[in-house]
């Protein structure tokens, strides 16, 4: 592999770590939320939520 590569492929290596600590954030946040809100809003949160899973792994 050629020194370019290997630079790309350690740039690639840290923003997925870094992509990871954010998602960990955010389900930390929903957690949260989820325990804030009422039960028919907590309904609408996870049906939201799930359309976003959806979507991005229609986008991978």
Avoid: F, Y
């Amino acid at each position: 592999m050629s020194s370019r590569g290997i630079m790309l492929h350690n740039v690639c290596d840290a923003i997925c770590q870094d992509a990871t600590l954010v998602d960990n954030k955010i389900a930390e946040q929903i957690k949260v939320v989820r325990q804030l809100l009422p039960k028919e809003k907590g309904v609408l949160l996870n049906r939201l939520l799930n359309g976003i899973n959806d979507v991005d792994r229609e986008a991978k």
